[in-house]
């Protein structure tokens, strides 16, 4: 139960700062890996558990490429694999992007400019279908990043859905 109250308590931090910063400290994702790390080769379990770390990164990293997702996000996905089996860090990302919908969704309906979004949403993967490669999700129309754009008022902070996931998966909700 400890291990479960450290790993709640990093999250916790995480999606603070991600509030706040932005960002995910990478010392904080080391700590969380540190503990991970040193109670799995107490039990000898290490093995065991490289699939549910190696998993986010593999199949997130083209989310992180595209602009979609933070590293951060990825690295808290990968630490969740230190302190859960790997079907249960598939079920923590699968309630984390269910949350982050959920949120984003809220934000758009918010901030007006839902009907402006999914219509860029779809602009995007036409382009994409049609040019046959991914882009960099947030680009203007003359190739520039819109960091600081209207686009940016319905970012959500990633990590807050996770810090929420793994919450409900630790209380049987799922």
Partial sequence: MRILIVL???LLLAAVWDFYRGKIPNALVLVGCGYGTIRLLLLGEILSF???IVFPVIVLFP???IGVLGAGDIKLFSMLGFYFPFMEVLFC?????LLGAVISI????????????????????KECFCQ???????????GRTN???EYDKSKIHFAIPIFIGVLLHIGGVF
């Fill in 8 to 10: 709640v308590l990093l």
């Fill in 50 to 52: 490289i699939p549910g």
């Fill in 63 to 65: 989310l992180y490429k």
């Fill in 93 to 97: 990302i699968f309630m984390a992007f």
């Fill in 106 to 125: 809220v934000s758009l309906i918010r901030y007006e400019n839902f009907w402006e979004r999914i219509t860029y949403l779809l602009s995007y993967l």
């Fill in 132 to 142: 046959g490669h991914f882009r960099y999700y947030y680009l203007d129309s003359k």
């Fill in 147 to 149: 960091s600081g754009s």
